[in-house]
C-alpha cells in the first residue's frame, strides 16, 4: 500500500513497453517496485519538471537493459553512438549490456564483486537474491538539461535475502552517486558516463566495515 501523502506525487512512467518486442522472459510488471519507491524515495519531484524527465528516462533505459534482448528494440537510446561508462573506465555498448547485464558492466574491476565470473542472469539473481523487496533508484538533484544532462541519484534496497552465503542483515543500503548524460533531440540516450563507488553496498555485503566509519 502507498501512503496517502505520497499518493499525491506521480508514479514512474517507464516507456516503450508495448508492441512487438522480445523479452528476455516476459513482460515486466513495476507495481511491487513502484509501491516500495513511492514510499520510500526522498524527493518528490514535481510533473514534467526536468528531474521527473530525467528519472522516467533513466527508469525507462533500465527497464530496457534489464528486460529486452534485441537491440533493435531499444528506444531510450541512439544504436550508433550509445555507450555506457562507469568512473571513465571501459566504455559498453548496446550489444555488451544485452549481454553481460547492467550489474556487470556497472561493476567491472572491483575487488569485492568479480564481474567476469558473473553471466547476465547470475548476476541478477545474485542482487535479486539479497534485495527480494527491489532495488529502486531515484533522481536527486539535476544541474544541467539537455541536451547533456548532469545529476545526481540514489540507489537503495533492504537487504533481506542471503548474498553470497551471508545472512542478511535487515538493514536499508544506500549508494549515491552522479551521472553525465548526453541526449539527442529525440531524448534518446547517445552517452551515459555514471561516478560512483560500488563499495558503498558491496562492503556491508560482505560484512566488511568502512575504516571510516
Partial sequence: ????????TVLPK????????????????????NR?????????HKENSIEMTVENLVKSWEMEASHKVQAKDWKTIDPEKYYLRVNKGKKFNVENLIKLGSYNCLMQGQPLYDANAHTFQSSHDTFRGAFRNGFPWEVLDVYSGPPVIAFTWRHWAKWNGSYKGNSPSGKTLEMFGAAVVRVNKKLQIEDMDVFYDPNQILMPLNNLKSSCS
Fill in 14 to 33: 517507464r516507456d516503450f513497453m508495448d508492441g512487438p518486442i522480445k523479452w528476455r522472459s516476459s513482460k515486466p510488471d513495476f507495481t511491487e517496485i
Fill in 36 to 44: 516500495y519507491f513511492m514510499n520510500e524515495k526522498t524527493r518528490n
Fill in 1 to 8: 500500500k502507498i501512503s496517502p501523502e505520497r499518493l499525491r
